[in-house]
């Protein structure tokens, strides 16, 4: 059983890449559970998989220079369109493979917190943005 270290994900939101600033990354997905339950289930509960759906939750160091792709304007302008904005993470920075799949879909940009923070720590930004559609895995 092959295990890994998490040190190097690469995550690309509306094509901006801000593997650089990445602090953390999850793509969690979920299903709804969908009863079937009848008088045949032998006393048990039944289930099918129902609508899916995911979270993408980045937490990214801050940074307010003037670059399209720094976290600031890339983030102030994905969360200002209103719009759906893409994404795409990996396990690593390597190019995709059957060791380093992508995952690939569309976030809505819901949250924003542009600054905060307590005296002495890093500006950090955490973002908690649901999937909207289909998420897509590829190893190629």
């Known amino acids: 059983m092959a295990t890994f270290v998490v040190t190097a994900e690469y995550v690309s939101i509306n094509s ?9 990354a999850t793509l969690e997905l979920n299903a709804d559970p969908v ?5 045949a289930s032998s006393g048990a509960r039944e289930y099918k998989i129902g609508l899916k759906q ?19 304007q890339a983030v102030w302008a994905m969360f200002n369109t209103g719009t759906n904005v893409t ?3 990996r396990p690593t920075s390597a190019g995709v493979g059957v060791t380093n799949p992508k995952y690939t879909g569309s976030v809505v940009p819901v949250n924003y917190p542009a600054v ?25």
């Open 16 to 24: 901006v890449d801000l593997t650089s600033y990445v602090r953390s």
């Open 35 to 39: 009863e079937f339950t009848n008088m």
């Open 54 to 72: 995911g979270t993408l939750n980045v937490e990214l160091n801050q940074d307010y220079a003037n670059s399209a792709s720094a976290t600031d």
């Open 87 to 89: 994404f795409e993470v």
């Open 116 to 140: 905060g923070g307590s005296v002495g720590d890093a500006a950090i930004v955490s973002l908690s943005w649901p999937t909207s559609g289909a998420v897509a895995r590829a190893t190629s």
